[in-house]
């Protein structure tokens, strides 16, 4: 019961992790390579759960990629429904022959699009699937016909986002905390409203920022374009905003273990890192698990700026945090990575390696320095 309140106590206070100095990290944390399967220990109730006939909606991008490759380690027969764009599957930095060999026999590939209701409902209805984990839906309306398709249907998992609460002075967010039906994210507001007006089981996780190789949202990237290229990091207000990353191999595992967890049930969870950082915090994390020299980091008012459609900065000018407490408690789930070390993986299995989502864009960097110079 100690151990039980040290980490309660843990998961609610804001993170020391701004104070970071920049002192380089060991050579065996900067050269160490992460596999892409799960930590031995990471997974124990699906080892005893029956196999199960998966559908992923989504799958070959970020979230997915990891959590079809958990399911099938653990011995569920998976499908993943795309447009088939992108490859199925693909070998990814880290993962051996062996390893990408065993998951691409196994996983399977259903070729369509989630707006083509009709095609969804006959497609679906044929397989006769399990579970569903819906990563990529954002409204409802491409989430009825699936419900529809699957009267049998055991359970939905489906990825909201913790973007749904309404802000608010009082922190870190709850589950059951105000959501806003005009955030940006109402779709999946209605989605979880809709599932808990079916008679379908579902379990709805709500990621805060989630970062980690093959991240597709400029998150950590950001960060490592400026450092790499020897840039100040522009940083909107006094940089103690405070906010909350997630390394998104910790997510895949959160999601495999609501899988036929009856604590599960039509159930919320906030998932995200144990401990807070602010912006400040962050890029010096970013430099330290990069192995950069420490960053020189600009201040600036972003009411100072026409930016125009262009984004200045990856993270919303906030404070924006979540507890994980519930999950930590019902699902039995604890995440693996601290900051430095997730970015270390992220870095060493992506950027590190000269891979990345989006080319480098100072544009608007230099109009914040450019005002800086000026008024010095």
Known sequence: MAATASLKS????????????????????????????????RMQVAAAADSKN?????????????????????????TLFTRGKAPITQQLPGESDAEYAEFSSKV???KGDRQDFDFVKTSLAAKGFDVVYDINGREAVEVAPILDALPNLEQYIYCSSAGVYLKSDLLPHFET??????????????????????????????????????????VEEWFFHRLKAGRPIPVPGAGN??????????????????????????????????????FDGL???????????EPEIVHYNPKDFDFGKKKAFPFRDQHFFASIEK??????????????????DSYNLDFGRGTFRKEADFTT??????KKLVSV
């Not at 806003?180 to 209605?190: C, I, M, N, T, Y």
């Not at 989605?191 to 379990?203: A, G, K, P």
């Not at 999950?327 to 270390?344: F, M, N, Q, S």
């Not at 960097?365 to 450019?370: A, P």
Request: proline letters at 6%.
């Open 108 to 110: 399977l590939h259903l």
């Open 327 to 344: 999950a930590t408690k019902e699902l039995g789930w604890k995440p693996e990575y601290d900051l430095v070390e997730g970015l270390t």
């Open 177 to 218: 905390d105000a959501v806003d039906p005009k955030s940006r994210h109402k779709g999946k507001l209605e989605t979880e409203s809709l599932l808990e007006s079916r008679d379908v089981n579902w379990t709805s996780i709500r990621p805060v920022y989630i970062y980690g190789p093959l991240n597709y949202n400029p």
């Open 10 to 41: 843990s998961l609610l206070l804001p993170s020391p992790i701004s104070d970071f100095s920049t002192a380089a990290l060991s050579t065996s944390s900067q050269t160490r390579r992460r596999s892409w399967q799960p930590r031995g220990a």
């Open 365 to 370: 960097d230099d109009m914040i320095l450019g």
């Open 283 to 293: 890029a010096r994390a970013c430099a330290k698990a990069g192995g950069f020299p």
């Open 54 to 78: 998966i559908l992923v909606m989504g799958g070959t991008r970020f979230i997915g990629v990891f959590l079809s490759r958990f399911l099938v380690k653990e011995g569920h027969q998976v």
């Open 241 to 278: 905003q405070i906010t909350q990353l997630g390394h998104v191999k910790d997510l895949a595992t959160a999601f495999v273990l609501a899988l036929g967890n009856p604590k599960a049930s039509k159930q919320v969870f906030n998932i995200s890192g144990a401990k807070y950082v602010t």
